[in-house]
């Protein structure tokens, strides 16, 4: 299985047409949804604390477009929090949010990973060292 991971701007620049990398975001969107017309198991994840950060509550009328990309939660649970709070302890400057990136990333190891962020250093620290694709936007 193929996840794709979507971190605060990734989400942000879906919700908004008027970001200023509003195309990057939905072109890698995009591919995810060709590859599920195709039959490729493809998801597409947003860790719960990325969601906070971005400001993407669901329940919000402004919210209907994200909702309609089936983007799935990753919610930080305790074996996820455990990890994450892991990550904070052991890298400089991690934001919870970076660090629930990491634990999903950990969660997911064994299925192909690409995480699509517009801060492709910090995803790769908190990533490792599970292997995945960092998609810079």
Do not use: F, Y
């Amino acid at each position: 299985m193929s996840t794709v991971v979507l971190d605060n701007e990734a989400v942000q620049s879906l919700a908004s047409v008027s970001h200023p990398k509003d195309r990057a975001g939905p072109a890698h969107l995009e591919g995810v949804v060709s590859r599920r017309r195709r039959g490729r198991v493809v998801e597409a994840v947003t860790p719960t604390a990325v969601r906070v950060e971005a400001g993407w509550d669901r329940t919000q009328p402004n919210a209907a477009t994200l909702n309609r990309l089936r983007i799935a939660d990753q919610i930080l649970d305790a074996q996820t929090a455990n990890a994450a709070a892991t990550l904070v302890a052991t890298r400089v400057a991690t934001s919870v949010a970076d660090a629930h990136v990491g634990a999903t990333v950990q969660r997911l190891a064994g299925h192909k990973i690409a995480v699509i962020t517009s801060d492709p250093r910090d995803m790769t620290a908190v990533c490792s060292p599970t292997s995945v694709t960092i998609v810079a936007i």
